[in-house]
C-alpha cells in the first residue's frame, strides 16, 4: 500500500491489461510466485481461487484509502480485519 501511496502512477499500471495476455512470461511467473505463497495456506487446488480474494482485497483497500475515504465510521483498521479473516479461512473446510 506503501507503493500505490508513493508513486500512484506507477501503480496504476498495475491494473493494466497485459498486452501479451496471460501468456506474458513476467505475468506467468508471477502469478506462479503468488500462487506458491497462497499455497502455503490455502491447498494448491484452492490456491488461484485464494490468490484472487486476495489480490482482490488488497487493490479494494488500496482504491479506498487512495480515495480517501477512511475515518472514524471506516476505520482502516479494516485492513487487519479483512486480512485476518483471510488467514482463518485458510483453516475452513469448503464442501
Known amino acids: 500500500m506503501r507503493f500505490a501511496r508513493e508513486q500512484p502512477q506507477i501503480f496504476a499500471l498495475t491494473m493494466m491489461r497485459c498486452t501479451e495476455g496471460e501468456k506474458d512470461p513476467a505475468h506467468v511467473e508471477l502469478w506462479q510466485f503468488v500462487l506458491g505463497q497462497v ?5 494448491d487446488e484452492r490456491a488461484p481461487e485464494a490468490g484472487v480474494t486476495l ?9 479506498l484509502e487512495a480515495a480517501g475515504v477512511f475515518g472514524q465510521r471506516k476505520p482502516f483498521s ?3 480485519f ?4 483471510w488467514i482463518k479461512a485458510a483453516k475452513v473446510e469448503i464442501p
Do not use: P
Open 39 to 43: 499455497g502455503r495456506l490455502y491447498s
Open 55 to 63: 489480490w482482490a482485497f488488497l487493490h479494494g483497500m488500496t482504491a
Open 78 to 80: 479494516s485492513f487487519d
Open 82 to 85: 479483512g486480512l485476518e479473516m
